[in-house]
């Protein structure tokens, strides 16, 4: 259980979810716990956690505990956010070259939309939603398990945990691995435009 609101460390709190694949080696050649996040942002890490610590090298799973766990309102943790539509854009339309300033207008338009949706029917949970918030998490985590610092391997949204972690607790990283990293600098609408192609 970790703080719902970080302002206030004494009140009301949320479950992070866990997933944990035992080290495979022995108590001398344990160096601690590999967390991971699956991202999305929105997919469950802890029920594909077997097949993801599948393709984790042998010799790492020798000498570390690999533990997935489920952003603060995300899959099994609770409470969890619930009936919100996917962010997904507007797609262009026709064989023409899409006019991608429209796109991404009427993108910002349908999230802005689907986000207040959301959030009316999420209210014991959404205003505490967001990165920063699932680093403080995390590092609640780290310390939970008893790790000096903390090793984590990064999926796609969980790169951008990775990072907005390593930004705050800088002394804290044993090591990451940033695999399909999100651009710090882009937003949601304008992933479309990524390549310059539909």
Known sequence: RV????TRPRGRTVSIALAKVPATGTAEQRIGTLFWDAGGPGGPSTQI?????????????????????????VGDSTPTMRDCAGPWPVRPTGTSTPNWRTV???SAEKLARDNRACLSRNARIAAWMGTTNVAR?????????????LSFWATSYGTRIAYVYALR??????????????????????????GGSS
């Open 49 to 73: 956690v077997d097949m993801f610590a599948d393709r984790v090298p042998p010799t790492v799973r020798r000498r570390f505990d690999f533990v997935a766990f489920d952003p603060r309102g």
């Open 169 to 194: 607790y800088p002394e804290r990283v044993r090591a990451m691995v940033l695999d399909g990293n999100i651009d710090p600098s882009t937003d949601f609408v304008g992933l479309p435009k990524v």
């Open 3 to 6: 703080p719902r609101d970080y």
């Open 104 to 106: 991404r207008t009427e």
């Open 137 to 149: 998490d995390l590092d609640r985590l780290r310390r939970a398990v008893g790790d000096a610092q």
